[in-house]
């Protein structure tokens, strides 16, 4: 299990280097494509670029006992380890008001012999002329790769906050 600095690492050296044009939305789920680069440890210019497909479900209210249905299905063996991280430190992320699960698909991975930068560089460029609203390019540190996914999907449950909350009130949910 990961510790609490290994964590901390992996949050701190994760970075959105293009985010995708969607919001989580707030009746329905929301589907995301992402690119995670990371430099592979002790390598010279041996870059790993990981593809795959998330989803998440649609927001829902939490029940008063807090973040215990919050699930991170597919994405491996640290995301337990992150769950508990983020239940231990939740006080300090109060955006998150409801429930997601969160489930990843169809992940695929390539070893590039470049530099992580011209890596970086090329992928956003063809994410940008793709015109796809719904990708996005992560880069991450390689053996904790799932936690910079996990934070980019925080990040995107913060950023669909205010419209989410809007809808369920305008729907008399909240």
Not at 43 to 54: C, D, L
Not at 67 to 92: I, Q, T, V
Not at 113 to 120: F, K, N, P, T, Y
């Amino acid at each position: 299990m990961l510790s609490y600095d290994q964590i901390t690492w992996a949050l701190e050296n994760s970075k959105v280097l293009y985010e995708p044009d969607r919001r989580i939305d707030t009746f329905g789920s929301t589907n995301f494509e992402f690119f995670l680069i990371s430099e592979l440890m002790d390598e010279i210019n041996k870059v790993r670029v990981r593809r795959g497909k998330m989803e998440a479900q649609r927001p829902q209210i939490l029940r008063p006992d807090g973040y215990d249905d919050l699930m991170f299905e597919g994405f491996g063996e640290h995301a337990d380890a992150f769950a508990a991280w983020f239940k231990d430190n939740a006080s300090d992320l109060s955006f998150l008001k409801y429930g997601f699960t969160f489930a990843m698909r169809d992940l695929s991975e390539n070893i590039v012999h470049d530099s992580m930068e011209a890596v970086c560089d090329k992928v956003v460029e063809d994410v940008r002329s793709s015109g796809n609203p719904i990708q996005a390019v992560i880069a991450g540190v390689d053996d904790t790769w799932d936690i910079s996914l996990l934070k980019f999907n925080m990040d995107m449950i913060q950023k669909s906050q205010e419209i989410n909350e809007f809808d369920f009130r305008r729907k008399g949910l909240l």
